[in-house]
């Protein structure tokens, strides 16, 4: 993915030239606080503006197929059907599958999110489930989409600390196994450290600092991102993001 001088605006302009890049295989983090365009910049890639936003100047490239994950999957997840039905109809539409195939294929991605009793859980509805469990089978609608690109919107904040490291854990292992391009959101910068080759740090709806994540958390430039930084240390190893 590519994005040259991106600008979205209502009243007033909110996303002021963001640019950024994604190769094949790579994870880069946007990291900010509330309000400084992170979500807004994936919601633009999406076409998924909210009302009275539009896109009023730069350009996004996405050489295949894009899927987004969210923050709290209940506003996303249909509450009226179950959620194996859900998966499987996203399968039968983009892979052509029969009904009977694409409810079996729903198990097997449940299966690749690492949700156990898939057979049972399939069957319940989105209030049935924790909220772990909830972000995992909003993961498994996006690996339906067979996306070569995963915008991940803070899907770990509402979620406690072990059920949030393994999420980041599971992010990893199918971003390996898939060879998937991610964009990771989040306010907090000690998680981006984990998963994230590269960060790209928005305040204010602009780029102020962009590199390799080992480079930006050893030695930041702009005193945003130190503050950002200070808000977190001590860092855990960055053992989840390759050397940029």
Not at 51 to 57: A, K, N, Q
């Amino acid at each position: 993915m590519r994005i040259e001088g991106l600008r979205v605006a209502g009243e007033t302009e909110l996303l002021h030239g963001v640019s950024l890049a994604v190769g094949a295989g790579e994870a880069v983090g946007l990291v900010g606080e509330s309000g400084s365009g992170k979500s807004l910049t994936l919601r633009a890639v999406m076409g998924l503006l909210p009302r009275g936003l539009r896109v009023t100047g730069g350009t996004v490239e996405v050489d295949g197929r894009a899927a987004m994950i969210f923050q709290d999957p209940l506003t996303f997840l249909d509450p009226l059907v179950r959620v194996g039905d859900q998966v499987a109809e996203v399968c039968r539409v983009v892979a052509g599958l029969s009904r009977r195939a694409s409810r079996v294929r729903a198990l097997e991605l449940f299966a690749d999110v690492r949700l156990d009793d898939r057979a049972v859980l399939a069957r319940r509805y989105p209030h049935q489930l924790s909220g772990g469990q909830r972000q995992r089978v909003l993961l498994a609608l996006a690996l339906a989409q067979e996306p070569d690109l995963l915008l991940c919107d803070e899907p770990t904040t509402a979620l406690d600390v072990t059920v949030q490291r393994e999420v980041l854990d599971l992010l990893a292992s199918l971003r390996a196994e898939r060879g998937l391009s991610l964009v990771f959101v989040s306010h907090d910068l000690a998680v981006v450290a984990q998963l994230c080759d590269r960060v790209v740090v928005l305040r204010d709806g602009e780029v102020v600092e962009a590199g390799a994540t080992r480079d930006v958390v050893a030695r930041p430039h702009h005193p945003y991102t130190r503050r950002l930084l200070d808000a977190v240390l001590p860092l855990p190893a960055l053992a989840g993001g390759r050397d940029g």
